[in-house]
């Protein structure tokens, strides 16, 4: 099996890592900043020496193309993004993208030509810190979301997209969309499972389903130190409540099944006020739809339950429903052969998180290589991965990439 | 047993109710504020028509006595407070000022002298909407609160409460404090035991304590899609069953044990993060200062116990107290003596809100006089009393006062 050269890798990492630096060792460049300008600079800059050719799209995705030996073939395209959160880290997105680089300056080192062309593609926003919704780039390409309804989305200051789109020299002219052999996206997980399995490479199978709620409690706001116990109907008390079966929820669709209440606000509160009415989030995960149909209804009628026995009224909305998403059975196998021929310690995972790929997956064969990030920790400047890590999970994109594209004898 | 005059003080409590009157039936007088300067002088105009003599003490608690035959003898005090909520009724501490002034008026309607001096209070910022802290006027004349303090406080337009009496013509100079025999204040329960009971009058035996705890619960932030529950410390989750334990702490003490969760916040919340640090509030209720150290130590300890079983960390700091005030003995009995030569449907009753009445038992021999507010529903504009209510709650004072004052044969 090929190896990929470490050492180069991850000084380019710690070269991009340097564009909007943050104090705290992270980095921030915010979707079509001036800093993500620059960094996709510094990428293009590379990309041109290693003998790629350049195109943008309208929603600003960059892509570097290698060309193949066959000129009628679709690409093998690799690539993640290179925006950040604003208090980001050095790797997420960072990474998927120079190790698609790195797999290029690998075969030109080698001097392998590949029967399929490859790009690595630089996915424009991914993070959605300044523009909503988060990865507009990649659904814009795969006809996910309209072009016309992500240039208008404007950011805080009332920038729109097409404005930052034109004021960074990013609003192409190459055609949305268009055939793709494959996706291959190499990303840090984004969590701790590899980690404390002590595994190096995650084979990705694809990305679970999500389910988001808003709950609304409404019970009777009243005087904290004149109501009996007795004649309340306390809203938070309740929701404690509620909350608590929740949690329940995930032991019940245990292993898979994720739920989270991460936001929850009380209506005019105040130290001495029985809550009245309170509003709060659930986000449901499980691998499969038919198991988060489950958990969904299961929410609904524990809540009801709990809402009538407490004389409490609730309410319960779907805000954001993510259908489960395999990834191609040909590229798993494809990164599954490559990660068992290099012989380093895998195990097979579903992404919590969203990614490009996940958008991809609708589009084209796709597949995805996990590595680990220490303490699982993302979305945080002091997020960090072990260059050996670094270097295995390339590896294994390099040899999946090549075995899809072809070596040409 | 004597009666008051009820349709000439419920016509006195919809004129004062005119003033400030808000779209949906409350009243809007912010402490010393000009429409707050008005009801006073209405209030004072009366006064006068009645043949009393007003004056005015430096934090603007204004006083109308009515002279007694005895010149040597202290006087004793109704009253309670015209300021109100920014949406609130017409009737909180409104009707304990006019009940008292129709107590004067009634004994000039009988020409009855009493022994001693009577006066009715007129407390400055009793409800703490425009100035903090609440009650200021009594704390101030009682010597709980320093003046200098006090006038120093500041609005939230910067305007002191110095400048705010100077400007309604309310920095009096009447000396603070001075002999007071006994104070009787008449208020509605703000609360729905009366109501509940289908009792008139509540014969207060004194204020509940009180204890507000701070606590703050950390686990670790993480995203939602990708941590596993076993790996995850969700302050929410842990929370949730915090809250309920202290639910539960309620009915351990029941019925006299009131605990209320009224603020919740979770720091830099989102729907796709498990929270990792979140504050709430607790406020703990019992009517003996035995039980509520009792109670405080258990919120002490199930907290930490179910930190410990959850890996969070528990933080539980004290943020207000205040302990139990029993009313005087000899005056709670004037009331009971009151209510049974009336012989109106009555039961003792312990004040749950905060009263100038508290800070008054600290000073001289107190007591209060409770009637039903409709739902219990108080600081809302929809806050309603019975007429016929306001008229035995009256009779009450008129009977208790008398017979502490000493009717002159």
Redesign the interface.
Known sequence: MLKINGERLWASLMAMAEIGATARGGSCRLALSEDDKAGRELFARWSLEAGMSLSVDPIGNLFARRPGSDPDAAPVMMGSHLDTQPEGGRFDGVYGVLAGLEVVRCLNDLQIQTRKPLEVAVWTNEEGARFTPAMFGSAVFTGIMDLETALAVRDADGISVAEALHATGYAGTRPLGGAVDAYFEAHI?????LE?NAKIIGVVSGG?A?R?LDVRVEGMA??????????RK?A??G???M??AI?TL??DF??E????????G?AK???????GLLQF?V?L?HHRDSAIESMDQEVRARLAAIAEQRQLKVTINP?WISPATPFDADCVAAVQQAVDGLGYAQQSIV????HDAIHLARFCPTAMVFIPCVG?L??NEAEDVLPEDVRQGTDVLLNAVLAHAGQVA
Chains 1, 2 share one sequence.
């Open positions: 997980e984004q969590g701790p499972i404390d679970q999500i988001w009243a005087h904290a130190g004149t109501t009996p116990m007795p004649l306390d938070l008390y929701a404690a409540q909350i608590l949690e995930a032991t245990a292993p099944g994720l739920t989270t209440v991460g936001e929850l009380i509160s105040s130290r001495n006020t029985i809550p989030t986000d995960r805000h992404s919590g998180a969203g699982g993302s979305h």
